[in-house]
């Protein structure tokens, strides 16, 4: 399996695929970024707001219709403190990769949609860095092409790419949008970028820095 994800081997990858499908590929990325923003919300663990707007989405894809315009600073809200708190950062992914599906809902660029699905690669990247980086050693604070290759290969980044290629496989082959929305939504779901144990050890694991 690929360990990088390469925007424009994607946005050929896009090209293979039926054009009304393409989109649903950004919602899921999206899915799978919404338990981060869950984790850190300003609504507590929930994250209501993380999840109607994504509920939003699909229902807009199933309707064939642009999504409500949201406002990315009401699910910000008082917890999230910029530059501060990587958890918190990983909270913004989501709203960040939300703003991007909205773009590509207006456009239905391939590069957009490409770019929201670059930002859930990005982001577990970012998580596994974070988990494996020993900051008390001065060494490791240089990505070495070793230390990076030992990110690209972290279970949470592998995950992604797996769920992306499973999504790309299901579009390509799917003739029912209504069926590709339930499969890539219900895969989308169980299988969230980081899942609750994994947000908690990261949690402490830069706690503890």
Known sequence: MKSRFVLEDYVLQLRSIPVPNRLLLAIGAVQRLQPLYA????????????????????????????????DPDSLRGSNFIDGEDFLTLLGEDFIESAELLVCAFRTADDVDIAYVVRRAFECSYSAASEMLTDYSVSETSVVTD?????????????????????????????????????????????????SRPELDALHEKVSSQ
């Open 39 to 70: 984790y850190w919300s300003s609504q507590g663990a929930e994250g209501a707001g993380g999840m109607s707007l994504c509920e939003e989405f699909w229902g807009s894809a199933r309707d064939n219709r642009l999504p409500s315009a949201f």
């Open 146 to 194: 070793e230390l990076a290759f030992t990110f690209e290969t972290h279970e949470w980044v592998s995950r992604e790419l797996q769920s992306q290629e499973l999504d790309l496989a299901d579009a390509r082959h799917s003739g029912d949008r209504t069926e590709l929305i339930a499969q890539l939504r219900d895969r989308a779901l169980p299988s969230p970028l980081l």
